[in-house]
């Protein structure tokens, strides 16, 4: 609710104004992408807690994917809030590597709940790609 809050006229007056890569997706795709997503990490979520939270690895797992969410909450106050593609890329990159161990962690504890997290690793993998060609071309 913050970033959106902190973001939103930049997302409509700043961001276009910038140069982009061909690959940029088209702006009505990213709220259904993201519903999925964070409906598909829910669940894998569910399921790591469902394990049982006195177990230490179940903690460890939830504990990266609490982490990876902080930053996942802060790339978009960075990037569009702050307006710099610069710092944005620093942090998406460090989501992105968060992202990696929580998907190890998560695989330890249930392999279903990892694999729910692909989708989210793709993307997050793809978005660090357009967050760095938008810093190079700007």
């Known amino acids: 609710m913050l970033s959106g809050f902190v973001t939103r ?15 940029t997706p088209p702006n009505w795709l990213f709220a259904p992408v993201w ?24 903690q460890t797992a ?17 990037f569009f809030g702050f307006k710099k593609p ?3 890329l620093l942090v998406i990159l460090t989501l992105f590597i968060l992202l ?20 989210y690793l793709i993307w997050i993998g793809y978005a660090t790609a357009l967050n760095f060609e938008i810093w190079r071309l700007n």
């Open 100 to 119: 990696i161990f929580t998907y190890k962690w998560f695989k330890i504890v249930s392999k279903p709940a990892a694999y729910l997290l692909i989708p």
């Open 35 to 58: 519903t999925f997503l964070y409906i598909s990490m829910g669940i894998a979520a569910g399921i790591v807690w469902a394990r049982g939270f006195y177990h230490k690895w179940v």
């Open 9 to 23: 006229s930049s997302v409509t007056e700043w961001y276009p104004t910038l140069e982009k890569p061909f690959f």
């Open 86 to 88: 610069f710092l944005g």
């Open 62 to 78: 939830m504990y990266h994917f609490v982490f990876q969410l902080i930053f996942n909450a802060f790339w978009p106050v960075v």
